[in-house]
């Protein structure tokens, strides 16, 4: 390049994005997860079934204060 290139970073709100993530984990099914299996580490694979099995048993707020 000629011109060093432009960088930017987006940041989301950090409430809109655990409500996000809350809603997505709650609303996928097994099947979806293990269709990634392939695709995720063994680490990444368990990190989000654990917080889909929590999603699906907890409420919103518990999932909110619970989890880091």
Do not use: W
Request: proline share 3%.
């Amino acid at each position: 390049f000629r011109m060093a290139p432009t960088t930017f970073t987006v940041l989301r709100d950090p409430v809109s994005r655990c409500l996000s993530a809350y809603n997505f984990f709650k609303n996928h099914d097994e099947q979806y997860f293990r269709g990634l299996s392939a695709e995720l580490s063994a680490g990444d694979y368990e990190s989000r079934r654990r917080f889909r099995d929590r999603a699906k048993s907890l409420s919103m707020r518990q999932f909110l204060i619970e989890e880091e």
